[in-house]
């Protein structure tokens, strides 16, 4: 049975509030980083959906829009993902900002290092 995008983004907020709950945050603090936190949970998901997405289409794709208007374009899909992605990194930041420096940039590391195909892999098989 397929996860939800809910029931995917609350794991990932309890993921995130465990990081901080390990790193000595008391849960007041964590509460008053709760938008922060649900917003960044939620693109998160919606990132792993688009990626999964992506890997079937093209960058670019040809378009027509009738009336002789034709040609190429970047595809709507990367755009959406590239916005999204600037966003998922600000909150991310803001995140890592709170945290200790060896664990923020452990947490930074593990973010340049997951790519797309380990991220579709690792939802594959959590949906087994």
């Not at 509030?17 to 649900?38: A, C, G, H, Y």
């Not at 093209?58 to 002789?68: A, F, L, R």
């Not at 593990?110 to 579709?120: R, S």
Request: proline share 2%.
């Amino acid at each position: 049975m397929e996860d939800t995008v809910k029931t995917r983004a609350k794991r990932a907020q309890n993921k995130l509030k465990k990081l901080l709950k390990t790193n000595n945050f008391s849960d007041e603090s964590i509460k008053m980083m709760l938008p922060i936190i649900q917003n960044v949970s939620w693109m998160q998901i919606k990132l792993e959906d688009i990626r999964e997405q992506a890997c079937e289409q093209n960058i670019i794709i040809e378009y027509n829009n009738g009336g002789g208007q034709s040609g190429y374009r970047e595809n709507p899909l990367f755009k959406s993902y590239e916005n999204l992605w600037k966003s998922y990194i600000l909150g991310m930041n803001k995140i890592l900002e709170c945290l200790p420096e060896e664990v923020a940039n452990e947490q930074k590391e593990e973010l340049k290092h997951k790519n797309m195909l380990d991220i579709i892999k690792e939802r594959r098989q959590s949906q087994a």
